[in-house]
């Protein structure tokens, strides 16, 4: 439910407790409206939708808000990149954009499963993301302009250097995101190998 259909809500019923206070119960209209006003923030408060990412409610956060809008950024501009990278028509450009736009989604998807690694992810969202959002939307504008000057070759040539760092810098983020994940399953292993070990099953 978002805030207009929660303020329509609201209004509706103390509109509707207001009329029924005043009209058929006949109680003094000072305060059938203090009772409305009150069932309209009561009625407000409650149609509040609640936040959640995955099974974690943000409205338990202090930086609930914070964290959803940062998510909803990170959604634009993603959606931006995916649409960007099928105007490009440099192969090495669209491949790496295509690229970039393929680990956002994994990157994303991961958080919504793990939303306690959000925090972690600020930088990624901040920079990394707006950045090459930023970088392939002023190269789509460069490409349209169907210019051939030195300069606007060097800047074709400067992104086409600068995306697959972007990619690499995309795969670290999410390989720091998942650090524990890949701990866990290293210690599972290192315990599965002493167990097996001690059972005398070797590695072949």
Known sequence: MNNNRQTIFATISSVAAFIGLNFIVEWPII??????????????????PKLKIGNLDLDSLKNGTEIRFLLQEAEQDLISIGEVSKKIDNPVIKTNAESLFDTGVRILNYLS????????????????????RNILEKYLTVQKAKLNSAEINNIKAATEKTIPM?????????????????????????????????EGIEKT
Request: proline letters at 1%; a negative charge.
């Open 113 to 132: 499963e793990n939303p306690d690694q959000i925090s972690a992810a600020r930088r990624f969202f901040g920079y990394y993301l707006n950045t090459s």
């Open 31 to 48: 305060i059938a409206a203090l009772l409305s006003i009150g069932i309209f923030a009561g009625v407000y408060m409650i149609s509040k």
């Open 166 to 198: 972007l990619n690499i810098a995309f795969d670290r983020q999410f390989e720091n995101l998942m650090k524990n994940d890949i701990l866990d399953i290293e210690s599972e292993i290192k315990l599965l190998e002493t167990n097996l070990k001690m």
